[in-house]
C-alpha cells in the first residue's frame, strides 16, 4: 500500500469521532490537529493519504490539512527515528550556539540536518522556537521532552542515555 492509499480503520474512525464530540457540529475541523495527532501515533508519521482521508473525514479541502501539517514540526511528513532530535534554530538559540548544537548532533550522529541515523533510533531536525530563548541551545525529543543548555557534552550525554533507552 503506498502512502496515497491510506485507509481509516474502525478504530481510528472511533477515535476521530470522540474528538470531533468536543466540538459543535458545524466546527468539527476544529478537530483536525487531534485527528492528525491521532494518525501519527498509529503510523509514526501523516502520509499524503492520510491528510487526504482526514480532510474527508472533517468535510474540509485537503489543503486545509496540509497548511496544518507543514506548519508545525509536531507531525512527521515521513518516518522518523525512534528519537526525534528538534534543534531550536531560530535567531535567539542561534546567537547562544544553536546552530552548533545542530551541527554537534548531526556530525555526532553521521546524519545531514533533517536525516535519520542507518539504525533508524535518531531523526536529527531544525526547530522554529521552543519559547525557552534564555535556556538555548534547547531542544525537543519527540516533542515532548525539552532540553535545555544543551552543550557538546550535555549533547553527547543525551544521545548515549537515549541509545540505553532504544527499543531493540
Known sequence: MSSNDYVLSDATRARFAREVAKYPAEQK??????CLSIVQQEQGFVSRGAEDAIAAYLGMPAIAVYEVTTFYNMYNQRPVGQFKLNVCTNLPCQLRDGQKALAHLCHKLGVEEGGTTADGLFTVQKSECLGACADSPVML????????????????????????????
Open 29 to 34: 475541523q476544529s478537530a483536525v490537529m487531534a
Open 141 to 168: 525529543v519527540n516533542d515532548r521532552q525539552m532540553c535545555s543548555f544543551m552543550s557538546n557534552a550535555r549533547l553527547d550525554e543525551l544521545v548515549d542515555v537515549l541509545k540505553a533507552q532504544a527499543k531493540n
